[in-house]
């Protein structure tokens, strides 16, 4: 009995062993079932809401859309020149020329030889004589063109305080100018009151403004002040009259664009560049140049007035006027373009490359532009690009520039 009892003892902690075993093995099963189907539900909850959760995303996201566009794109009347504005966000132009653009199928534009033949069609102004060219930009658009070089002549007589007395004559280029000046976007005949201007189309308004206010603030400037010897005071009074056609317009702020110039160390001295020609050869090529200079032209008016920059520009009496040289002057104007570029909204690295960038595929489409098909719409992308630049877009240039390449090697 003993024995069996101890070995029922035995066999009854077996059992109760197996008994205790198998409990647990229930119970660890069944905490997995319940473990599993939690996890099994859970995971059930993570799945499903994933769509759900991105469906509702724009009901419940809490970061707001931006209401305002920070950059103004350029319109015909903007309120307020985008001082404090930031840099445009990089919205993608549309990658398609305008058709504004179009070739007109008229010969290339001249400065001298047969104007009349060149320029046949005239419009008779009480203060200009408009000369333009069949089924060009200018005679698609001939109301509009007298009101905008209307407005060009008032922006450039404000700038320099004066108001120009007699007639002249403006020529509206509808074709680019014949080689070699097929990179230039206008000129200024100030001594025969004639002045030239790029009218095809490309640019857009604003653009087109400015470039009319520079040509025409030339001659202003020459025929009222008296003509300059300074190739940098005469860029610079004509780019500085520009700026509120530019600025109104959406472009990048003088004072934002000439702090990075001098923050990617582009900026000539003045002193070095006051008379050499070759270093304004055109806003295609030298625009650090003209809005290098027109930020210097600027910083004398707002520091000493407009009165001493008059008397400033036909004789260059820096001395006599400022009682300073302008290489002084210089060092104290780039002094405060240095405090400004702490401020700056744009990268001056990204603006000197695609300035580059620009220049480099100017150059070359112009001087492969045959007036083809193909190639006018790749020499408008690139003005597109050149547009987007001075707006600051740099990633819209990048895209115009892609454009005009594909175009002009057949990939588009
Ligand atoms: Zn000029």
């Known amino acids: 009995m003993g024995r069996y009892r101890k070995a029922s003892f035995v066999i009854g902690a077996r059992e109760v062993a197996f008994a205790l075993l198998a409990l647990a093995l229930l119970a660890a099963a069944l905490a997995a079932l319940v473990v599993g189907m939690r996890l099994t539900a859970s995971r059930g909850v993570a799945d499903a809401p994933v769509g759900a959760t991105a469906a509702l995303l724009p009901t419940f996201t809490p970061s707001p859309a931006p209401s ?151 001659m202003v400037a020459s025929n009222t002040w008296g003509p ?93 006027l400022y009682g300073a040289s302008l290489q002084a002057l210089d060092a104290e104007w780039r002094a405060t373009l240095a405090a400004r570029v702490p401020q700056l909204r744009i990268d001056p690295d990204e603006l000197d490359t695609v300035t580059r960038e620009v220049s480099t595929a100017y150059a070359l489409l112009l001087q492969n532009y045959d007036g083809s098909e193909r190639l006018h719409r790749a020499y408008v992308a690139v003005d597109q690009a050149r547009v987007a630049l001075w707006q600051g877009d740099y990633e819209g240039a990048r895209q115009w520039l892609d454009l005009a390449y594909n175009v002009w090697y057949r990939r588009e």
């Not at 030889?113 to 698609?140: C, E, I, K, S, W």
């Not at 110039?261 to 001295?269: R, V």
């Open 228 to 320: 300059t010897r300074s190739t940098m005071l005469s860029e610079g009074v004509a780019t500085y009259a520009g700026k509120r056609a530019l600025e109104e317009g959406g472009f990048l702020p003088y004072d934002e664009l000439c702090a990075a110039i001098y923050a990617a160390n582009q900026m000539p001295g003045m002193h070095a560049v006051e008379q050499d020609f070759e270093a304004f050869k055109g806003h295609i090529r030298h625009p650090f140049n003209y809005f290098g200079s027109a930020c210097f032209v600027e910083y004398l008016i707002e520091t000493r007035g407009l009165d001493p920059m008059r008397q400033l520009y036909p004789t260059l009496d820096y001395r006599g």
């Open 68 to 218: 305002v566009t920070p950059f103004p794109i350029p319109t015909g009347t903007p309120e307020t020149a985008p001082a404090e504005a930031a840099p445009p966000p990089a919205e993608p132009a549309p990658p398609s020329p305008s058709a504004r653009a179009s070739a007109s199928g008229w010969e290339r534009s001249i400065f001298a030889g047969d104007l009349a033949a060149n320029y046949p069609l005239v419009f008779m102004h009480p203060r200009f004589t408009l000369h333009y060219q069949p089924g060009t930009y200018a005679h698609r658009n001939r109301e509009a063109t007298v009101a905008q070089v209307e407005e060009a002549l008032a922006h450039a007589e404000e700038a320099l305080g004066v108001e120009l007395e007699d007639r002249f004559d403006i020529y509206l280029a509808g074709t680019l100018f014949a080689s070699p000046n097929a990179h230039l976007r206008g000129w200024s005949r100030s001594v025969d009151r004639r002045v030239y201007v790029l009218y095809d189309g490309t640019g857009n308004d604003a653009d087109n403004l400015y470039f009319l206010t520079h040509e025409l603030a030339h």
